[in-house]
């Protein structure tokens, strides 16, 4: 008899904001149906290579669950949610509050400022590196964009340098959903190699997360420079 999952997550395998919640869920160690959807990327790579993407997220049924038609988006046990943080969030309050934020309001809020952090001033930046290497096609790339985008992320990631001066994890001295979001950028920043002044406290940091167990399932590079 097939089994049932409980949770399902739409999204793709390629997204940052979907490997959040793929990081959230190896950490709970919860088992989930992944169907893959996309407006932007498919099995052969983004459209603007002219790649098909996933799809479904402009279809009738998932628009009733997801009316920004973004991804990604989890059903557990038919209660419905988009928006990656707030997904990571409530699977951390739902399945195992102490490992994600030990229970402690002032970490959950710790953490919480430093998930905001990373949708507000990382995103940017990685995203346009990303198409221009990787995704627009080589005519239309635009260098100094690119290079204006290494600078920046080089000058935010120096912000997260300078916390792990003070302390283990980016919210406290131990593990908390905090670090869910920042383990991909950091996988990425180290991946791009466009690292422009020693920062040993990141290095020591990528490598305790790169030492977690859950790690493995956004550790393969093709999910982030590729395209």
Not at 126 to 144: G, T
Request: with cysteine.
């Amino acid at each position: 008899k097939e089994k049932i999952m409980a949770i399902k997550l739409w999204g793709r395998p390629t997204s940052a904001r979907t490997q959040n919640v793929m990081l959230a869920l190896a950490e709970l160690n919860l088992e989930y149906e992944y169907i893959l959807a996309s407006a932007t990327m498919g099995r052969k790579g983004s459209v603007a290579k002219g790649g098909q993407p996933f799809g479904v997220v402009d279809t009738p049924e998932y628009i009733l669950m997801n009316p920004t038609k973004t991804i990604p988006t989890i059903c557990d046990d038919g209660y419905v949610l988009w928006e990656s943080n707030a997904i990571v969030q409530y699977l951390g309050m739902r399945y195992n509050p102490h490992l994600f934020y030990r229970n402690d309001t002032l970490l959950c809020n710790s953490a919480l400022r430093w998930m905001m952090w990373e949708n507000n001033r990382l995103i940017g930046p990685m995203h346009d590196i990303v198409e221009q290497r990787f995704r627009v096609p080589a005519a239309d790339r635009n260098p100094q964009l690119e290079n204006d985008a290494e600078q920046k992320l080089n000058q935010e990631f120096e912000v997260i340098e300078n916390q792990l001066e003070k302390t283990e994890f980016i919210a406290g001295s131990s593990w908390s959903m905090g670090d869910i979001p920042i383990s991909i950028r950091c996988h990425r920043f180290f991946l791009l190699d466009i690292i422009t002044k020693p920062m040993p406290q990141l290095a020591r940091y990528y490598e305790t997360l790169k030492a977690r167990p859950s790690f493995k399932v956004i550790e393969d590079e093709t999910l982030h420079i590729s395209g």
